[in-house]
């Protein structure tokens, strides 16, 4: 079986769901008996984007927001390499919003996994555009003022063809069911998952 681990050992904060979306990815991909000189993984920047360094893959540490044009990139440059982006939702709901709603109305077909903090995690918890109305962040001592991105609403706004999930990492069998789902989707699909920073993000859940 192909081994999906780089020997590098998680630096993650101890009960970081991002173990969860990590074991999740190296179970699916060996199910899948991916081949390994096809595929390419595109990391987006933050707590979730330092899983470039854990898994023995061909793949881009872009930059904060990038990583989605990254992917796309890739796919249109050589349509046989199956694409996954990883990244938080600061990169891919913020800094990179319109990057990924153009790849959801073109129907690219890469899928995009989204470890849903719902914070700036590696800059150490300020809220980011999924973070709920009133919550108490870094940045928001007094509650957040706006109301959050719902990222499934936006991708079937602009897509009614693509495929986009919603998981909590609670569940970490259906987080792996649904990465799944995704991999074998032909066309843009988004999996956006629930995850607790526990450093961070306590108050949230
Ligand atoms: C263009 C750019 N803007 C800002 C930063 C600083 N920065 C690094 S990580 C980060 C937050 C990442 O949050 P998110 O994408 O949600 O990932 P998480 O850390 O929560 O997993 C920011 C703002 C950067 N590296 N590059
Ligand atoms: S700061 Fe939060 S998201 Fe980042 S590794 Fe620690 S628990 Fe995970
Ligand atoms: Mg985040």
Redesign the pocket.
């Known amino acids: 079986m192909t081994n999906w681990r780089s020997g590098v050992i998680p630096t993650w904060c101890p009960g970081c769901e991002?173990f969860i979306i990590y074991a999740g990815l190296q179970n699916t991909l060996a199910k899948l008996n991916m081949d390994q000189d096809k595929t390419v993984i595109v990391y987006?920047?933050?707590?979730?984007?330092?899983m470039a360094d854990f898994v023995k893959a061909w793949g881009i540490h872009s930059?904060?927001?990038?990583s989605v044009p990254t992917g796309v990139g890739i796919k249109l440059a050589n349509p046989e390499l199956n694409v996954i982006v990883i990244?938080?939702?600061?990169?891919?709901?913020?800094?990179g919003l319109s990057h990924l709603i153009a790849a959801a109305r073109l129907n690219i077909d890469i899928t995009v996994i989204v470890?849903?903090?719902?914070?700036?995690?590696?800059?150490t918890g300020?809220s980011?555009p999924t973070t709920p109305k009133g919550s108490k962040t870094k940045s928001t001592p007094k509650g957040v003022e706006s109301v959050p991105v719902v990222p499934l609403e936006l991708i079937k706004a602009v897509n009614p063809e693509a495929l986009a999930q919603h998981v909590s990492c609670l569940e970490p069998l259906k987080v792996a069911e649904a990465m799944e789902k995704a991999i074998k989707h032909q066309g843009f699909d988004l999996l956006d998952l629930d995850?607790l920073?526990v450093s961070f993000g306590k108050q949230l859940r």
């Open positions: 991002d987006d920047i933050g707590c979730i984007g330092n930059l904060h927001g990038r990244g938080g939702d600061g990169g891919v709901y913020g800094e470890a849903n903090n719902q914070l700036y995690s590696l800059t300020q980011s995850q920073c």
